[in-house]
């Protein structure tokens, strides 16, 4: 059996991990570590919950020279929340580690000012949104010359024709010759992979199993006309009264305007969209891990690979058009093998979008009532 020690993980490391009672590297970490370490570009592939933060945390951070002043290592993420929760896993493998590896995180929403102060003490590692990264870079508070080991986190999306601009933009920063980059998703679909190819060189794929729904999910849906679907949430979560959960729209605008609806109906809920302050956003997940609130309303890509345990139910208000979105979502429950929902409430133009995700993933979604 594969260990971190066989791997060739640092003692100090692999004390840090077993104080987060990981003991045992994932198949996703076990494939990639050594193409990873050896300074190869790579696209790890793996379903939510795979341990992938890890899989590229546990090599690159192996490969700092922490005795360098230099900007080494960049993790680019699409979103701020995504980012903290990046920053904060780094920070328990550092923790008493000596010596030190110093990050920083990078994120609109926050101080600019407290950020260049910060970055004074010549991190090795930033983590961030490339918006504010290229907002430093730009005023040269923040210099990529030396940096060679960049991760782009949810690449399927970070890759989209609405983002790729602003990557590139990046990469041009970065030294191209001595870099390796490192790509992570759920998911890879819409080409992605030939543009992370024409990005990198010579980029190796791993993927951890075959992507598939786990059996302890139930799917369901209920069907709910567009104009209705705010009640039907409403008299779902009074019905189920879910320990903690997930629903899900396409717009930040439509989490606002569900959210307001369900405050009107005297549900307690919290909304994660772009637009909340920093402080906010923390103070929405906060109270959504501690169980203080149970409902948590939030875009696809608000909610990108944030780790919440414990997540009993997610509902799709909004349906997702890919199977693949389905399953990035539907992963978020039932965890370990404990029993999860995945509760749909389509119009009756989204019922096609049930029997696509059937016949591609090869799941029965059975019809319930309020």
């Known amino acids: 059996m594969t260990t971190f020690q066989s791997l060739g993980l640092s003692g100090n490391r692999i004390e840090a991990l077993a104080r987060q009672n990981i003991t045992t590297p994932t198949e996703i970490q076990t494939q990639s570590y050594t193409?990873?370490?050896?300074?190869?570009?790579?696209?790890?592939?793996?379903?939510?919950?795979?341990?992938?933060?890890?899989a590229y945390?546990?090599?690159?951070?192996e490969r700092i020279d922490s005795s360098s002043k230099d900007l080494q290592f960049a993790i680019l993420s699409p979103t701020q929340e995504l980012a903290v929760q990046i920053h904060e896993c780094i920070r328990l493998l550092e923790k008493d580690y000596a010596p030190a590896i110093r990050s920083q995180l990078l994120i609109g929403n926050a101080s600019v000012v407290r950020q260049k102060e910060k970055l004074k003490k010549k991190p090795h590692v930033i983590?961030?949104?490339?918006?504010?990264?290229?907002?430093l870079n730009i005023q040269r508070k923040l210099k990529l010359h030396c940096c060679r080991m960049i991760v782009i986190d949810e690449a399927d999306n970070m890759l989209a024709d609405d983002r790729i601009d602003d990557i590139e933009a990046f990469l041009k920063t970065t030294p191209r010759d001595q870099r390796q980059v490192v790509f992570t998703s759920a998911t890879e679909k819409g080409g992605a992979f030939n543009t992370a190819q024409s990005i990198g060189k010579n980029v190796q794929w791993h993927?951890?199993?075959?992507?598939?729904?786990?059996?302890?999910?139930?799917?369901?849906?209920?069907?709910?006309?567009?104009h209705n679907k705010a009640r039907a949430l409403h008299q779902l979560i009074k019905n189920?009264?879910?320990?903690?959960?997930?629903?899900?729209?396409?717009?930040?605008?439509s989490a606002k305007a569900l959210g307001a609806d369900l405050e009107r109906r005297h549900l307690r809920v919290h909304v994660l969209h772009a637009g909340l302050s920093?402080?906010?956003?923390?103070?929405?997940?906060?109270?959504f891990r501690s169980g203080e609130i149970k409902l948590l309303i939030a875009s696809d890509v608000a909610a990108r690979g944030l780790d919440i345990k414990g997540i009993s139910h997610i509902i799709n208000v909004d349906l997702p058009s890919d199977s693949s979105d389905y399953l990035h979502r539907a992963g978020r429950t039932g965890r370990m093998g404990e029993q999860g929902h995945a509760i749909s409430l389509p119009s009756e133009d989204e019922m096609k979008l049930i029997r696509r995700y059937e016949r591609d993933l090869k799941i029965t979604v059975r019809e319930i009532n309020l």
């Open 35 to 54: 193409t990873l370490f050896n300074g190869q570009d790579a696209w790890l592939s793996a379903p939510t919950g795979s341990g992938k933060t890890l």
């Open 240 to 253: 189920t009264r879910p320990e903690r959960a997930i629903a899900f729209v396409h717009r930040n605008e």
């Open 57 to 61: 945390l546990l090599p690159l951070l």
């Open 278 to 287: 920093k402080f906010e956003r923390q103070t929405a997940l906060e109270q």
């Open 207 to 226: 993927q951890a199993v075959q992507l598939s729904i786990a059996p302890s999910i139930e799917h369901s849906y209920i069907e709910a006309p567009y």
């Open 127 to 135: 983590v961030g949104t490339v918006g504010r990264m290229l907002e």
